[in-house]
């Protein structure tokens, strides 16, 4: 068997444009830097803990959540929960402020907004379900 019957077909969008021929799935590709910069950010929520984590920050209302109150929601040591949340800093997924002995964290949505525009072209807010 040759390689180009190995290859699966191609199926046609369901969106055919007068002249026949298809829409594009997306207005423009990425580039390989920012192919690299969102498998980067991917890589970073791929993380059970640190998608926890970015969770428990989005959920609080007011939108400031204490080192101390992240720790306590978690079953691990405070080196540990330091470890991701600087993977979700350096991901700029979150930013923060030290204030005295505690270090407070938000959500940076610029960045969310980013990642929910590659994930729905669109432009359509997803719903949001509980």
């Known amino acids: ?7 699966l077909p191609i199926v046609p969008s369901v ?3 007068a002249s ?11 580039t390989p830097e920012g192919a690299a910069d969102l498998a980067r950010t991917f890589k970073v929520l791929g993380d059970p803990v640190r998608l926890r984590v970015l969770s ?8 400031e959540v204490c080192v101390c109150e992240i720790t306590d929601a978690f079953d691990l040591t405070g080196p540990t929960i330091s470890y991701h949340l600087r ?5 700029d997924l979150v930013d923060c402020e030290r204030r005295g002995t505690w ?4 959500i940076k ?4 907004a980013l990642l929910s525009q590659f994930l729905d072209p669109s ?5 949001v379900h509980a």
């Open 109 to 112: 949505p610029e960045r969310l």
């Open 103 to 106: 270090v407070y964290y938000w």
């Open 123 to 127: 432009g359509q807010p997803a719903p």
């Open 15 to 17: 969106r055919a444009t």
């Open 56 to 63: 428990l920050i989005a959920a609080r209302k007011g939108g």
């Open 20 to 30: 026949g021929c298809c829409e594009p799935l997306v207005s423009e590709a990425l």
């Open 1 to 7: 068997m040759s390689r180009q019957e190995r290859v």
């Open 87 to 91: 993977q979700l800093r350096e991901a």
